[in-house]
């Protein structure tokens, strides 16, 4: 698997996860802070499981989620793509992003989903986009407005044996044209 970039922005370039950036992710998911939203830290198990499902996702969707790096200096600063997720019993197709948290209220995470939402519409020709969104994470979901999309809906999600409410957002190409 190459790093092959996928999306460029002004600052910020977004290429497929490899096993090398292991130690850069793992930064990111064992950060406590960072993944209260899913019940904590991983351990390293976990890390690896998360990268290999990236990976897995390249091959059969085509999408994942991506490695963000700073254009300048190559700096890796978090996680951004595109995946598909279960919502109302149907596969839809989410963007998502997870940030170190000392780039969190700098605007990269809004800057990398708005470049995957258009590269979704433009380049994969999908014609809605969602982020669904623990209930809690309130700068996540001010990035997902941000990103033009507005919440339609909630459920719960079950994860480590947690019933977490989500929020559901959605942008429609048709609006996102207007």
């Known amino acids: 698997m190459n790093k092959s970039i996928i999306i460029e922005t002004e600052r ?15 930064n990111i998911l064992r950060d406590e802070e960072v993944m209260y939203a899913y019940e904590g830290a ?34 890796f600063i978090g996680q951004c793509g595109l ?10 197709m989410e963007v998502g992003y997870l940030f170190r948290k000392e780039f969190w ?25 969602y982020s669904i969104i623990r209930n809690t994470n309130t700068a996540s979901q001010k990035v997902a407005e941000r990103n033009g999309m507005v919440m339609i809906d909630q459920f719960v999600k079950h994860f480590k ?18």
């Not at 995470?109 to 433009?122: L, P, S, V």
């Open 12 to 26: 910020l370039i977004l290429h497929r996860l490899v096993q090398t950036d292991f130690d850069n992710l793992r």
């Open 42 to 75: 991983f351990d390293d198990t976990e890390v690896q499981e998360w990268l290999d499902r990236q990976i897995n996702r390249y091959e059969n969707d085509g999408i994942g989620l991506y490695a963000v790096t700073l254009k300048a200096s190559s700096e």
């Open 83 to 92: 995946t598909m997720q279960d919502y109302n019993n149907s596969k839809v």
């Open 105 to 129: 209220h700098q605007g990269y995470a809004t800057e990398a989903a708005i470049a995957c939402k258009e590269y979704a519409f433009n380049k994969l020709g999908v014609d809605k986009i």
């Open 161 to 178: 044996g947690v019933e977490m409410p989500h929020f559901v957002f959605l942008v429609k190409k048709e609006d996102y044209e207007k």
